[in-house]
């Protein structure tokens, strides 16, 4: 079955800097691509998506990026503010069977 | 709007006993899932249903059985608790996009205990 590996566990920038998250997947005919972001005592929410047609899709500060050949996507957090501050989890599903396979989640800290 | 909502939100059992945690969602979705999460393991699937009646396992399905009887309703059920199903719980819906799994709608999650 499809494996996500995400790097790194923790990460600590300061308010302004840039940030990136890095995953990695098994399955090759894993097809969608999302990104969640979980505040404390909440749950997750979709922040950004990619489909495995697409390299890259921006949406405002934050875009991510797709190499379907060595199966890895990346989160990109441009200007980072406190309010990014969070547990974000990468994920991959095939198709549309409804599998959705989170990886290990990185708590970002931003410090002002 | 009330979204995806999970009862209990927190519980605590001793080993052995048995309990069922109930997610309901008013969206309409044809998707529902289970996920726990545990520190440095991120979400874990459990099981899933893709439509009224039917469900499938995830990552992690020993220990946890599920029914989906009503469209908007997906149970949990925990048959004999033991200390390593203590977690926090999360349900979740979704609509299918026909090509991918839609945006994933989250509860608030559930905390277990079992001592």
């Known amino acids: 079955g499809e494996n996500v590996e995400q790097h790194p566990s923790t990460l600590s920038v300061q308010e302004g800097d840039s940030a990136v998250i890095k995953c990695t997947y098994s399955d090759s005919a894993s097809n969608y691509f999302p990104w969640y972001k979980q505040e404390l005592g909440k749950g997750p929410q979709l922040i950004i998506d990619i489909r495995s047609n697409v390299g890259e899709k921006k949406d405002q500060r934050i875009a991510v990026t797709l190499n379907k050949t060595a199966k890895h996507f990346s989160l990109h957090i441009t200007e980072t503010q406190p309010e990014d501050s969070a547990v974000y989890f990468c994920a991959a599903s095939k198709s549309n069977t409804g599998k959705l396979i989170f990886g290990q989640g990185t708590t970002l800290q931003v410090k002002p | 709007n009330a979204g995806v909502t999970q009862t209990p939100k927190f519980r605590v059992l001793k080993t052995g006993q048995s309990m069922t945690l109930l997610c309901a969602q008013d969206m309409n979705h044809e998707y529902m899932y289970w996920y726990r999460q545990d520190p440095g393991m991120g979400l874990r699937l459990i099981h899933y249903s893709v439509g009224e009646g039917t469900t499938a396992k995830g990552e992690v399905p020993d220990g946890y059985n599920v029914s989906r009887l009503k469209k908007q309703n997906f149970l949990l059920g925990l048959e004999s608790a033991a200390p390593s199903q203590t977690s926090v719980y999360f349900c979740?819906?979704?609509?299918?996009?026909?090509?991918?799994?839609?945006?994933?709608?989250f509860g608030e999650g559930s905390r277990l205990t079992v001592l």
């Open positions: 979740a819906s979704s609509k299918t996009t026909g090509y991918h799994t839609g945006e994933l709608f």
